[in-house]
């Protein structure tokens, strides 16, 4: 018999060891030992209180974890991961704990539940819309391996690294074309701040253009310039100076929204391959 309940006395190794099953045979790729999982929860904001599993007998078989933050002026719950180890699929467990789920919910006063899903999982894409999700914005994700990296030359605009904690991010706002994704936000930065360096452009003292990147992943979760000096190279540059950052082959840019074509040809420019495309998927509590 199954039964349903939140996570609050479940062990990071215990819902690691399900995550790990849950996704051996997703669509892309998931290389997640136990420390990158534990940092992808605690940047995502993670709260057990608010997230549901699945049991048999006490074995965790399905999860839905889930996070929590005001997202644009919205008590909003953000879907950090959901599963069902294969053996138990197809049997109506992902739905339960959706259910289960909106309970906490709506007792807890969340506005928002905010997900993210790839738009080839037509499974997945179909459960949410039935549970009332509606489609928001569409994304493409990027990665590149550092030798292919296209080449370039580096200007005379000084670029320096600075620790995300000296970041004026009110400046680096007003550079953007779009709203990162949820865990691409500042909030997601600031809660693993050691995880990331950061590189900006100027000129003078005027911060005109940023950078910031995983120091063991890769990933780059916010890169902009300024509108003013933009097709200078400036961008390409600070992507160079980024991946000096970071231990990994890997770059990857995951949630790059797709109206803004100016930042795709930017990346297409750099050689860079878009391996998926997501959907971000709100439902009103």
């Known amino acids: ?55 048999k ?25 959901t599963g069902v180890i294969p053996e138990y699929r197809k049997q ?30 037509e499974p997945a894409v179909n459960l949410y819309e039935k549970q009332g999700f509606l489609i928001t914005r569409t994304f493409s994700c990027f990665r590149i391996e550092k030798d292919h990296i296209r080449n370039g030359s580096i200007s005379s605009i000084k670029y320096k690294s600075c620790n995300i904690e000296e970041i004026n991010w009110k ?12 865990q691409n936000s500042i909030e997601s930065i600031i809660a693993v701040s050691n995880s ?5 452009a100027q000129i ?10 995983d120091k063991i992943t890769g990933d780059i979760p916010q890169l902009a310039v300024h509108i003013k000096y933009r ?4 961008g390409a540059n600070i992507f160079k100076k980024l991946i000096e950052y970071t231990e990994s082959q890997n770059i990857s840019f995951i949630n790059i929204e797709n109206k803004c074509l100016n930042i795709i040809e930017f990346l297409h420019n ?8 997501q959907y971000e998927m709100i439902l009103n509590i």
């Open 1 to 55: 018999m199954l039964n349903f309940k939140t996570l609050e006395e479940i062990n990071i190794e215990t819902l690691h060891a399900a995550f790990v099953q849950a996704f051996l045979d997703y669509q892309v790729e998931i290389n997640l030992p136990l420390w990158k999982f534990n940092n992808m929860l605690q940047r995502r904001g993670y709260s057990p209180e608010l997230s549901v599993g699945a049991f």
């Open 57 to 81: 007998d006490s074995e965790l078989i399905g999860f839905v974890l889930n996070g929590i933050r005001n997202w644009r002026g919205k008590t909003t719950i953000y879907d950090c991961g």
């Open 92 to 121: 109506g467990i992902t739905s339960n704990m959706f259910k289960e789920v909106l309970r906490h919910l709506q007792s807890n006063n969340i506005e928002h539940y905010l997900l993210e899903v790839i738009q080839s999982n």
């Open 171 to 182: 400046l680096f706002k007003s550079f953007w074309d779009f709203e990162p994704s949820w």
């Open 196 to 200: 990331f360096e950061a590189v900006t």
């Open 204 to 213: 003078g003292e005027d911060i005109i253009g940023y950078g910031i990147i």
């Open 231 to 234: 097709r200078q190279g400036i």
């Open 270 to 277: 750099l050689g860079f391959e878009n391996f998926i495309d």
